[in-house]
């Protein structure tokens, strides 16, 4: 089982939908979970970072973690043609290194 | 723009070559990571420096080397080139290097595309 799974997609929505994004993780010792988007031929950047359970919202973004299923999701509200990207998942479990995990993506095409 | 600057954009080389990825950090950021991406794969932690010394190495091949100079600039190298080393190299940089925490967030380059042939 890997680490982490991400369904890759691709993911079509009209404009204005709701986008569900998802990752699952088998390792527990994960306690730092981020979402990264990345455009075509550009590196990743980063979305949202949450530390341990909980939500956290940042303007159409919402990030949720479930530690007791091992499942985080990002919600991106009233979903925009510029939001047309890789989302990618990533994860840590802190110490002394800085090594980060990644889901393989999941393409987002917002149509206008 | 996130201040990580990569060299060579793309780059086009035969098996067995050896060709060498050049990063600069965003100012002011000591640490430096490798990432390999491709589509099979996704994106791969090779390794990480911080202020000159290796910090943390992940799935990086033994034909592959890097290092931090003291400008802090890093080069990645890659050796006895296989058609399957053909990915994307990201480089990424951080003020710090060490534990994870919401204001150490990493900023990657936009990547150096290599195409072994």
């Given at each position: 089982q890997k680490e982490v799974e991400q369904d890759p997609g691709p993911l079509s929505v009209p404009e204005g939908a709701i986008v569900s994004l998802n990752c699952t993780y088998s390792?527990?010792?994960?306690?730092y979970f981020m979402w990264y988007r990345q455009y075509s031929r550009k590196g990743p950047e980063l979305l949202m970072y949450t530390y341990s359970s909980g939500n956290k919202e940042d303007g159409r973004f919402t990030a949720q973690v479930d530690k007791s299923s091992k499942y985080i999701s990002l919600f991106i509200r009233d979903s925009q043609p510029s939001d047309s990207a890789t989302y990618l998942c990533a994860m840590g479990s802190g110490g002394s290194n800085y090594k980060l995990t990644f889901g393989k993506g999941t393409l987002l095409t917002v149509n206008p | 723009d996130s201040g990580v600057t990569q060299t060579p954009k793309h780059l086009i080389t035969a098996t067995g070559q050896r060709v060498t990825l050049r990063c600069s950090p965003r100012s002011g950021d000591l640490s430096v990571y490798w990432y390999q991406q491709s589509l099979d794969q996704g994106l791969q932690f090779l390794i990480q420096y911080y202020n000159g010394e290796e910090r943390a190495k992940g799935?990086?091949?033994?034909?592959f080397s890097a290092q931090q100079f003291p400008d802090l600039h890093s080069e990645l190298n890659l050796s006895s080139l296989e058609l399957g080393d053909s990915a994307l190299y990201f480089c990424a940089s951080s003020v710090e290097g060490g534990q994870l925490f919401s204001g150490n967030t990493i900023y990657f380059g936009e990547g150096s595309w290599l195409t072994v042939v």
């Open positions: 390792n527990s010792a994960f306690q | 799935n990086i091949l033994e034909r």
